[in-house]
Nanobody, 123 residues
Framework: QVQLVESGGGLVQAGDSLRLSCAAS????????MGWFRQAPGKEREFVAA????????NYADSVKGRFTISRDNAKNTVYLQMNSLKLEDTAVYYC????????????????WGQGTQVTVSS
């Protein structure tokens, strides 16, 4: 069992930066690949980024490539999402997930989810 708690969301202006954190409980954090997804009002949850167990490999959605960076600190049981050059369309609830699948980009590949953190980008 893995419990995930996201933090770091907030209200920012377009062009600003924000860093999300996801803290995991348990001693098996390094056994899971981790990912970030987001869900905007009226839309389905979509893949944002994923990172391998060691942190050596990453995968990004095209919409955030070059602007967002996923990283993890296995000693702190935490995964991060650094978001730069934020756009209005980045507004969503952001969720982190834990997966047994290497760099999974599908919701079905994730076993555990956090409760989400709201990111709102204003003009």
């Amino acid at each position: 069992q893995v419990q995930l708690v996201e933090s770091g969301g907030g209200l920012v202006q377009a062009g600003d930066s924000l860093r999300l954190s996801c803290a995991a409980s348990g001693r098996t954090f390094s056994s899971y690949a981790m990912g970030w997804f987001r869900q905007a009002p009226g839309k389905e949850r979509e893949f944002v980024a994923a990172i391998s167990r060691s942190g050596g490999s990453t995968n990004y959605a095209d919409s955030v490539k070059g602007r967002f960076t996923i990283s993890r600190d296995n000693a702190k049981n935490t995964v991060y999402l650094q978001m730069n050059s934020l756009k209005l369309e980045d507004t969503a609830v952001y969720y982190c997930g834990a997966s047994r699948i290497y760099l999974g980009s599908s919701i079905n590949e994730y076993d555990y989810w956090g409760q989400g953190t709201q990111v709102t980008v204003s003009s």
